[in-house]
């Protein structure tokens, strides 16, 4: 591209590389793929998500050089109309303002930082944001820890085509050799050495519905129930209890029982240890000024107490070897927030809770109807296996349990059957490839000499690999950042529309300590975000933290999640886009008005026009 003054053009500018990349041919040529790249890059988006989009277009190192030739065609084409006069004015402002969005875009990709954070309520603070990309960290021992960046979007693994990942220090290779989007992540038993509990591995089928479910379960308090929903299956150390009355053995039992004045048939009971006492509440004679009394059928016998005279107390109840505590009363039962509370003092729905205490036999529902489908099974110390199974058809039944053989169980056609048992068990945990799995995961081989070790990992697990000379431990996750500030949660609150239980609005006050000790309390709610520091020249400069509402459990009050974003180039951005504008208005609407050397020489060119005119007229 030549300069627009008479004299001859530098030869800085007659170089053909500068020619090159001042040219108007590669202008169009960049500007044409890149309004390509970006419909290409909406459709990604729309049809996947931004991630798709950000892998294979805005993320990908073809765009950021794309992004910059036409950097250098902007400053090349600037450099070309000099020495520069006033009508450049506004070409020069343009180029200089897209110049400067792109240096800003550019810092911000690369220093910016985005995330979420989730926060508890009474937690002390924290500062680790969670970014949106997948890490693979090994670990060998306490102190150091390899953390290698682990996408599958562009190309996935396999084990003809592996991805090398890491090498650790005592020689284990690392590799991906496999990616599955739907990973099925089951607890299975191993045999233990020493310390381990009894476990059984228990199949549930039904040739109606085609249907075959198994689990391992262990006698412990953590994994042994296999809760399928409308029936359980338990298993549990020791015998079977004896249904026949007087002849079972007593045991400690603890049991909570919501009562309504209004539904005296709709109890609530749950039963917090050894089982259910068998009792009846009913709360009666509820007036305006009188809580009423509780009626208590128990054993047979009937008892009745005052609430007002009793709450809050502890009381035995006669013939019976329990006591009984009135714990609450809702003269206008209502549930709030996930609790129990009052709406008025109108004894418009009186309820009460109530608590059983004592050591008794747990009370068996032989009426057909009232049963749970729930069975129990027992182990003895020498193997033996017995069961207690509850049918809401055939009621409460025990029995012996024999290994391979099928149990009918009275639920519709499921049949229960236990194929293995270990003395002395602990849970190992599988994930394999399943169609209805529940989390993704990534297939990873370690190689050390002649020994090879495969493990699936799952999202958010870490897993001990058995290698030598010790375990090496390996985990699959989000990418954690700390960041210079932390941030606690100090309430969360949840609007309701009114009238209703739904929520309206959620609002977290969170409480912001930098590392300098300087510190803020905000609140934070939709579209309204709380930045720290909270200075203008901070926020102006994108060096600010803005801390956002994401999300929130509404099966925990105390749990909220920000997105927190700096972008420090962020006033570049601005200040570019103000620089476009005042360019653009330049070219089209500011015309700079003409000098007295340009109004001399368009003078004297009128002047030879017109004597040339004159002479060919005269001709």
Known sequence: MTSNSDSPAPAWQQNAIFQFFASLRLAMLLLGVLIVASIAGTIYESSFDAKVARAYIYGAQWFNVWLLLLALNLIGSALSRMPWKKHHTGFLLTHLGIIILLIGSFIGHTWGIEGTMTLFKGEPPTNLLIVDERVLQISEDEKTAQVVPLEFINRKPSPENPRPLATTASGWNIQAIGYSSSLEVKMEAQAAEKDGVPAAHVTLSTAMMGQKLDQWLFADESHDTFDLGLASISFKKGTAPNLTPGTAEAVDIEESIFSFANSPADQVAKTLKGGSTGAKIKLADVTQGNDGKLIVQLHGNE???????????TVPVPNSPYELAIDQYWPDFRI????????????????????????????????????????????????????????????????????????????????????????????????????????????????????????????????????????????????????????????????????????????????????????????????????????????????????????????????????????????????????????????????????????????????????????????
Not at 303 to 313: A, M, R, S, Y
């Open 303 to 313: 008892q009745t107490f005052d609430v007002v005279t009793n709450l809050g107390k």
């Open 336 to 619: 709030k927030d996930g609790k129990p509370m009052s709406l008025t003092n109108e004894p418009n729905n009186p309820c009460v809770l109530v608590t059983l205490r004592g050591h008794a036999v747990p009370a068996a529902t032989q009426s057909e109807g009232n049963a749970k489908n729930a069975v129990t099974i027992f182990t003895d110390d020498k193997g033996a296996m017995t069961y207690q199974l509850s049918s809401r058809k055939n009621g409460v039944s025990t029995g012996k349990l024999e290994l391979g053989k099928p149990l009918t169980t009275g639920w519709a056609d499921w049949q229960l059957l236990v194929d293995q048992t270990l003395s002395r068990a602990e849970q190992h945990f599988v994930a394999r490839p399943a169609t209805n799995g529940k989390s993704e995961g990534v297939l990873i081989r370690a190689i050390h000499a002649d020994k090879t070790i495969e493990q699936w990992m799952p999202l958010g697990w870490q897993i001990s690999l058995p290698t030598q000379p010790k375990p090496m431990l390996v985990g699959y996750g989000l990418k954690q950042h700390p960041l210079p500030i932390s941030l606690a949660l100090t309430n969360f609150e949840v609007e309701r529309n009114e009238g209703t239980d739904s929520p309206a609005g959620f609002k977290s006050t969170v409480q912001i300590t930098g590392i300098n000790g300087d510190s803020a309390t905000g609140q934070c709610w939709m579209n309204h975000p709380i930045s720290f520091p909270d200075s203008w020249l901070n926020t102006f400069s994108g060096l600010t933290y803005k801390i956002s509402q994401a999300s929130w459990n509404p099966e925990n009050l105390s749990q909220s999640s920000v997105q927190i974003l700096r972008d420090p180039g962020w006033g570049l951005k601005w200040i570019g886009s103000l620089v476009i504008v005042a360019g653009i208005f330049s070219l089209f609407y500011l015309r700079p008005l003409p000098t007295d050397v340009e109004l001399a020489n368009g003078a004297r060119t009128e002047a030879k026009a017109a004597n040339t005119k004159r002479q060919t007229v005269e001709v």
